[in-house]
């Protein structure tokens, strides 16, 4: 039925806007705090896995310890890239964007599913442990080959985040880096209608398949206001190179009317309720890995822009040393967010096609009207 309501107020970028319900999870703007499936991430940290919470996203609850054991064998089962993907990987231009390339090995993986088209609840569940599983495995392989070395394999005996790092340099983590990089995993797992996950949710809407809204999402993720923000923070903090280069950085930013990476937020009215989390795992990490100094300049910079603009920091802002000091390259920094991401995008793909309505919302018209065309040799 088509819409007969005149739009009578235009919210641009749909500020303010809810464009429909979900019961995965509530970014709460006014208390900054942040509801998976009803549980608060402050209770979350530091109790359950990515494993864990990724299935609670996908499941609607936390698993027993039985389907936890099969949940955690579907993922470890999909880790390893089918050789035909592998080889398209390295056929690629190995120094592109890592997202531009993630973008397009989705894509090829997709076409080596049989079950491609299906849109089942069961395929779908499927499709999602795949992907969340190979792309993590795909983000070591892009890196090790920008590198110049051979992607590793995925082992089976360890945790997701154990073995990212594992296949990223070629040796086990410590206990603290892969609790620190499975903490980053949960607290980005999953945050409500966000750019990239209404994206999978429009395409979703039109009951295309799943990987096409996954590469959709990606596509969105990729932008420097949303996912690739954490990468832009690390150059900043870079660029900045030392603590008392803080206060003559943010003045010129100012003066610039340029935006300060990592820093504000759509929803959010005061600090990201990841961010305390975020800065807690970059100051130990940074202890550890005498990388602390990237950590010295960020509290800084954190302290001065919310002084000079009174901005809060979000998920981006500490998420930069905190890879840093894991080793993983800037340039990987946006594809770390989309694995992360991959289990939220599944769940609300799911959540889109079980309960569907196409998503297509008004314009209001403001070009011109009643022009006559005219012969061309008169135009
Ligand atoms: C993520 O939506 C999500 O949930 C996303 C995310 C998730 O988990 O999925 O949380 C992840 O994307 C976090 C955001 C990462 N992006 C950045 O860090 C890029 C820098 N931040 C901004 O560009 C901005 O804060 C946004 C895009 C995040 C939000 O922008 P809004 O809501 O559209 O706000 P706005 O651009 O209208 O700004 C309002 C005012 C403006 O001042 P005036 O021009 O009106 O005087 O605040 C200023 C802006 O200039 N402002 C900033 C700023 N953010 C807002 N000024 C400088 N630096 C900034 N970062």
Known sequence: MASTIEPIEVRKGLEGVIAGDTAICHVDGERCQLIYRGYN?????????????????????????????DWTDQLVMHRA????????????????D???L???????????????????VESNRRKAARTIAKTATLVAAISRLAQGHEPISPRADNSHAANFL???HGEPPSQEQARALDTYFVLLAEHGFNASTFTARTVSGTQSDFYSSIVAAIGSLKGPLHGAAGRKAMETLIEIGSPDQVESFVQKTLADHKRFMGFGHRVYKGDDPRGKHLKALAKGLGIETEQGRWFTIAERMQEAVFKAKGLHINVDFYSAPLLQALGIPTELF???????????????????????????????????????????DQR
């Open 41 to 69: 991430i402050d209770d979350l940290i530091g109790k359950v896995s990515y494993e864990e919470v990724s299935y609670l996203l996908l499941y609607a609850s936390l698993p027993k310890r039985s389907q936890l054991s």
């Open 102 to 120: 993630l973008r397009t090995l989705i894509s090829v993986m997709a076409l080596y599913d049989p079950e491609e088209e299906s849109n089942t």
């Open 98 to 100: 890592p997202m531009a």
């Open 81 to 96: 890239i089918e050789p035909e993907v592998l080889s398209v990987l390295k056929s690629l231009p190995v120094h592109s």
């Open 166 to 168: 594992l296949m990223l």
């Open 334 to 376: 946006t594809a770390m967010f989309a694995c992360a991401r991959m289990a939220g995008w599944s769940a609300h793909i799911l959540e889109q096609t079980l309960d569907n309505r196409l998503i297509r919302p008004l314009a209001r018209y403001v070009g011109p009207r009643e022009l006559r065309v005219v012969p061309i």
